[in-house]
């Protein structure tokens, strides 16, 4: 008695949790009965019956994948498009080169890895000595704002790593502005000179790039949290063991 009550419980409980549906035509109190006869010839019109129904069913059905399997290539196309128009896209984790002359302006660069073309280069109107000073005081926030254009079609397309230019504050202070750059030979000179570096900050000595300049070049070199908020906002932290978790540097990229 006790199996069959633990039984019937078990039972009870199941159907209170999933809902159970009844096959047509297992259970005998819902079948009419009739004789041979009619129930042969009943079965075959039933049959017929429900090959028609189950063709008529079919037919619009079969259009359906092929639509469906089209539009999943045209959009997987794109996707695949919008990757290899991209290919030095950045991660969760980056590394962070800020670089400059000694009387020249701060260049920012964001690599995927260290080896690898900056997917982000800018350079501040702040003198590289300024910005020295202010991280000798304490943590530095650099925040990036540009401008959102919502009638412009084709400012949609652009990512914020693409944007040409930005205004820069340092510390809640304006600092002028920021304009994207490209990755020439001067730039690429200096990340390859500082490339086995993983993390540091010193001068390179006798890589002059530009005529006129001593040659003498500071750089603050660092891996970087990326942290992705939206389409038009990101954060870099720079990763920092000997300051409890505190990053001293962080920057800030908001379209706005």
């Known amino acids: 008695m006790a199996t069959r009550t633990s039984h ?33 010839t009943t079965n075959e019109e039933d049959k017929k019956e429900n090959a028609r129904n189950h063709a008529a069913l079919l037919t619009p059905k079969k259009k359906l994948p092929a639509v469906a399997v089209a539009r999943l290539r045209s959009v997987l196309a794109a996707f695949g498009k919008n990757r290899s128009s991209l290919p030095h896209g950045l991660g969760p984790r980056v590394v962070g080169t800020l670089f400059g002359y000694r009387r020249g302006h701060v260049h920012f660069a964001f690599q995927r890895d260290p080896n690898s073309p900056p997917a982000f280069l800018i350079e501040l109107a702040t003198p590289i000595s300024g910005l020295v000073r202010e991280m000798a005081s304490g943590l530095v926030r650099i925040a ?45 000179k200096v990340l390859k000179a500082v490339e086995p570096i993983s993390m540091g900050a010193g001068v390179l000595p006798g890589i002059a790039t530009e005529p006129g300049t001593d040659g003498e070049i500071m750089y603050m070199r660092a891996k970087f949290e990326r942290i992705v908020g939206s389409r038009d906002s990101e954060a870099f932290y720079m990763m920092n063991p000997d300051s409890n978790g505190a990053p001293e540097l962080s920057v800030y990229l908001l379209r706005v």
């Open 144 to 188: 990036l704002e540009c401008d959102k254009e919502k009638e412009d079609q084709e400012k949609k397309a652009v990512r914020l790593l693409e944007e040409p230019m930005w205004r820069t504050y340092c510390n809640g202070k304006k600092c002028g502005f920021a304009t994207r750059r490209e990755c020439g030979p001067k730039e690429w």
């Open 8 to 40: 019937q419980d078990s039972s009870t409980s199941s159907k209170r949790h999933f809902h159970w549906t009844k096959k047509i035509g297992t259970e005998n109190d819902d079948v009419p009965t009739f004789n041979k006869s009619s129930s042969n």
